[in-house]
């Protein structure tokens, strides 16, 4: 038995619509994965910022911790005996790659009878394979603690 064409033209508009419709899904979902593969790329990038400059804190943390330790160690030392100027050495394990050096500087005060008195000490401690980063702590001592 033979559809009316009514009928036949109603069908075929809606196969075209079915058609339009998967096309339309198919290029939606194309769409939908590109910009969540970009977001994705876009996080990543972000997250591998972030670990990169927490690791430079923890270095920055880990030589500020050296620096105070052997600064309080040298001037216990200091108080003891006088120290012998220049100075500097490597740090004991584990943390034989940081290496600190202790340098002087006069101070600049008033009255001049006070300047000859007190000297201005500088620890620096730094990795020994690179000169960056690197931490350096600065104090006043009295020069009694410096042998001549």
Excluded: C
């Amino acid at each position: 038995m033979a559809q009316p064409a009514k009928s036949r033209s109603t069908n075929a508009r809606l196969r075209r619509r079915v058609r339009y419709r998967r096309a339309f899904l198919l290029i939606e979902a194309t769409i939908t994965a590109a910009v969540i593969g970009i977001g994705l790329v876009v996080v990543s990038r972000g997250i591998g910022g972030s670990l990169k400059a927490l690791a430079v804190l923890q270095q920055y943390d880990r030589l500020v911790r050296l620096a105070d330790s052997q600064l309080t160690y040298l001037e216990a030392q200091a108080q003891h005996a006088p120290l012998m100027l220049p100075a500097g050495g490597t740090f004991e394990a584990p943390e034989t790659a940081y290496q600190w050096s202790l340098t002087r500087q006069s101070v600049s005060v008033s009255p001049q009878e006070l300047a000859d008195t007190l000297v201005t000490m500088t620890l620096t401690v730094s990795r020994a394979n690179t000169p960056n980063p690197v931490a350096r702590l600065t104090t006043v001592w009295p020069v009694e603690w410096l042998a001549q």
